[in-house]
């Protein structure tokens, strides 16, 4: 059975920082690049980050950009997002799915149609 399940997320202040994390089973999990993605309240699911099959290459949407970090376990079939500088415009539903990388351009990774999907961790940043 395919899972993908996320974790870490919770309330922070503003400036504060959380790590999510993404464990899978079921697949092979070093075959599928990674992205994570994020729906706000009232508005459409939308990409953040995304990781290579080996780690080696990360990819950020601008507003993400030296603040979040992207990593990967795949001895513990685990992906990371450090979140750091987190602002209110941050709160969301964070989601972490898998696709099979198919020698499209890296840059393009979050407009992939992906095959699995977690159920999502929310992060609320507030004071």
């Known amino acids: 059975q395919v899972q993908l399940v996320e974790s870490g997320g919770g309330l922070v202040q503003p400036g504060g920082s959380l790590r999510l994390s993404c464990t899978a089973s079921g697949f092979t999990f070093d075959n599928y690049v990674i992205g994570w993605f994020r729906q706000a309240p009232g508005k459409e699911r939308g990409g953040v980050s995304c990781?290579?099959?080996?780690?080696?290459?990360?990819y950020y949407v601008e507003f993400v950009k030296g603040r979040f970090t992207v990593s990967r376990d795949n001895a513990k079939n685990t992906v990371y997002l450090q979140m750091n500088s987190l602002k209110p415009e941050d709160t969301a539903v964070y989601y972490c799915?898998?696709?099979?990388?198919?020698?499209?351009?890296?840059?393009?990774?979050?407009?992939?149609?992906?095959?699995?999907w977690g159920q999502g961790t929310e992060v609320t940043v507030s004071s």
């Open positions: 799915a898998a696709v099979t990388w198919k020698y499209w351009p890296f840059t393009t990774c979050l407009a992939r149609p992906y095959d699995y």
């Open positions: 990781i290579s099959r080996s780690g080696g290459t990360a």
